[in-house]
């Protein structure tokens, strides 16, 4: 059968790797990507469907940077409203509205959130005109924002909504909506559509150093580092879109860089659900920023921090310091307060933010630059999660500029990721789908939300080798065919890639995925073709990242909290 000639398969296994690889070596391309976060790999998509011919490569795994480690949230930011950012927070919401309905209904899931008040009036009259506006500004992009209304609570609505708040810490609240998001898997899937638009993309692939003519950039030297290759790729255009690591990449072009970008870390603790009693999640002011209490799935997200960082950006350290302080924050208004044993798992991420506004990072803006740094380099940097699909279309806007010919405008506002067409009716026979297979319905609108209408595929595996349906140890909300398809669909190289992104095991699981891991493996063996060693070999890798996290989060600083992190080996 002959292979289609405008889109690709939806997979992103190995031999798609080697393809990638060939195809990045052997043409040039008129858009090469660095960086496989949500804004490498939102260019990727907006460049291929324009028909150019794209590549994109990523030195670590999809998302294993920012991207992975956000508060999983696509919200306009109620905050900027105080900052007086209205356009940032009117595009934030416009983007919203469109990943729920149209790009992403499969990941993007609306979220209730209680916003309390402690003063009775002036508070209410303060707060509820800032979310009128929020709620003006959804609308404002010509379809429905896909979200209710604010609404306002008195005190006893607020207690029937959360009972475990504190009765003496509000005298009433309002309720809003957002939205969230399985962040990782969010950019996993955008890499794979990139893929079937024509993308050559490939993970675990580092730049080290840009090929010029004159001052012109035309490539870079690149190093797989699977297999130790060395290798050269041509472009016309190269998009650097490596977030925190931005600074980094520019050096290497040797060009002075027109902005900095600072990095500024935030931690969240992942909580059992049963220990806050609640129907919605909770917004708090802190001194310094906001906090929020985010439901996610049978646990709770509690963050954020947001204090400077200028150490090692592959691997943040959360602190014990930043434990306690976002317990003793969520602590003032909880009747019932949680202690470090309620904590079932941390992470912490850094923010790129653009440098030169504040020395507070947390008043660093979140607005986006887009520049061409020197002829063929374009640098795009700060933003946000939630507009990430601007920032990639203002990068490919000023990439395609300097290209001759016609070229089409953005179309992602149009493009759906894939998954996503079919999602609401696959949803709505999801009871006939479980007696089909003899599963729990649960179980299946689990894998409905991770994969849309791929969830085919994954039943089409359980029913080839049925015990793929048990569940992984110490993980119970996810299943055996979800390792295997990680590995086979979804670019998953490591075992690290699944446990920490392809699901979440590393940061819901008590143990962090240790009793996981040898059963995850295992099954990553069979897809991939480990031997015994390697097996083994990638079972102690995951086992030391654990152990240095855990540890890292003892220690009483950032200095001492990274030096110990550092001690796990990396892959």
């Given at each position: 059968?002959?292979t ?9 296994g ?6 990638a ?17 949500i804004v490498?790999t ?16 990523e030195a ?12 999983k949230l696509v919200?306009?930011?109620i ?5 007086l950012?209205?356009?940032?927070v009117?595009e934030?919401?416009i983007?919203r509205?469109?990943l729920?309905?149209?790009?992403a209904?499969?990941?993007v ?11 009775p ?9 800032g ?15 896909g ?5 306002h ?38 890499a ?16 080290e ?9 035309v490539g870079?030297n ?11 790729i ?8 490596t977030?925190?690591?931005?600074d ?7 060009a002075?860089?027109?902005?900095k ?12 659900r ?13 001194e310094?920023?906001?906090l ?20 090692d ?21 909880l ?5 470090r ?12 933010l653009?440098?030169?506004e504040?020395?507070q ?9 887009v520049a061409?740094?020197?002829p063929?380099l374009?640098?795009v940097a700060?933003?946000?999660?939630t ?10 806007d ?24 079919g999602y ?8 006939k789908?479980?007696r089909a ?5 649960v ?6 939300n ?28 996810y ?5 295997v ?7 998953a ?12 095991i ?14 995850a ?6 897809a ?8 083994q070999?990638?079972?102690d890798h995951?086992?030391e ?19 110990v992190r550092?001690?796990?080996?990396d892959?």
């Amino acid at each position: 059968m002959a292979t289609p000639s405008v889109t690709r398969s939806s997979k992103l296994g190995p031999a798609e790797r080697a393809a990638a690889l060939e195809a990045l070596k052997s043409k040039e391309l008129d858009i090469l990507v660095i960086g496989g976060g949500i804004v490498g790999t939102g260019s990727a998509l907006d460049a291929a469907t324009r028909g150019l011919r794209v590549g994109m490569v990523e030195a670590r795994d999809w998302a294993s940077g920012t991207s992975s480690r956000s508060s999983k949230l696509v919200h306009g930011g109620i905050r900027y409203l105080e900052q007086l950012d209205f356009r940032l927070v009117r595009e934030a919401l416009i983007e919203r509205g469109l990943l729920l309905q149209r790009i992403a209904p499969h990941l993007v899931k609306p979220v209730r959130f209680l916003y309390p008040l402690t003063k009775p009036v002036f508070e209410r009259i303060y707060i509820g005109a800032g979310m009128l506006l929020y709620d003006l500004f959804s609308y404002s992009g010509g379809r429905p924002p896909g979200v209710p209304h604010h609404r306002h609570l008195t005190k006893r609505q607020m207690l029937r909504a959360m009972p475990s708040l504190a009765s003496d810490a509000f005298v009433g609240g309002l309720t809003y909506y957002d939205a969230q998001v399985d962040d990782a898997r969010y950019v996993a899937n955008l890499a794979r559509t990139a893929s079937f638009y024509g993308a050559h993309v490939a993970s675990r692939v580092r730049v080290e150093g840009f090929i010029k003519v004159g001052e012109r950039v035309v490539g870079v030297n690149a190093h797989d580092l699977e297999t130790g290759e060395h290798f050269e790729i041509r472009a016309r255009q190269v998009v650097n879109a490596t977030g925190v690591w931005t600074d980094d990449t520019q050096a290497m072009v040797g060009a002075r860089g027109q902005f900095k970008v600072r990095a500024s870390k935030g931690v969240h603790l992942v909580i059992p659900r049963d220990r806050i009693h609640s129907n919605l999640g909770l917004l708090l002011r802190t001194e310094k920023s906001v906090l929020f209490v985010i439901p996610w799935g049978r646990h709770w997200l509690v963050g954020t921090t947001d204090t400077d960082w200028d150490l090692d950006k592959a691997h943040p350290a959360a602190t014990s310091a930043d434990i306690d302080y976002i317990l003793d924050h969520v602590n003032k208004v909880l009747a019932v307060p949680l202690t470090r044993d309620d904590v079932e798992g941390v992470f912490a991420g850094l923010r790129p933010l653009l440098a030169g506004e504040s020395d507070q990072t947390s008043k660093l803006s979140r607005e986006h630059i887009v520049a061409h740094a020197v002829p063929g380099l374009v640098v795009v940097a700060g933003g946000k999660w939630t507009t990430y699909r601007i920032m990639a279309m203002d990068a490919i806007d000023e990439a395609v500029a300097a290209l001759d010919g016609t070229i089409s405008k953005s179309i992602t506002a149009d493009v759906a990721l894939l998954g996503a067409e079919g999602y609401q009716a696959a949803w709505n026979k999801r009871s006939k789908m479980a007696r089909a297979f003899g599963v729990h319905r649960v179980r299946i609108e689990h894998l409905l939300n991770r994969y849309g209408v791929m969830t085919d595929e994954l039943l089409d595996l359980i029913r080839e080798r049925p015990e793929l349906v048990e569940p992984l140890p110490g993980a119970d909300d996810y299943i055996g065919a979800e390792v295997v398809y990680a590995a086979t669909h979804e670019g998953a190289l490591h075992l690290d890639d699944v446990l920490a992104r392809r699901t979440r095991i590393s940061i819901e699981a008590w143990d962090r995925g240790i009793s996981a891991a040898p059963v995850a493996a295992a099954l990553m063996a069979g897809a991939l073709g480990w031997d015994a060693e390697r097996t083994q070999s990638e079972i102690d890798h995951y086992l030391e990242r654990v152990a240095a996290e855990i540890a890292s989060q003892l220690e009483p600083d950032d200095a001492s909290a990274d030096r110990v992190r550092l001690e796990a080996r990396d892959i």
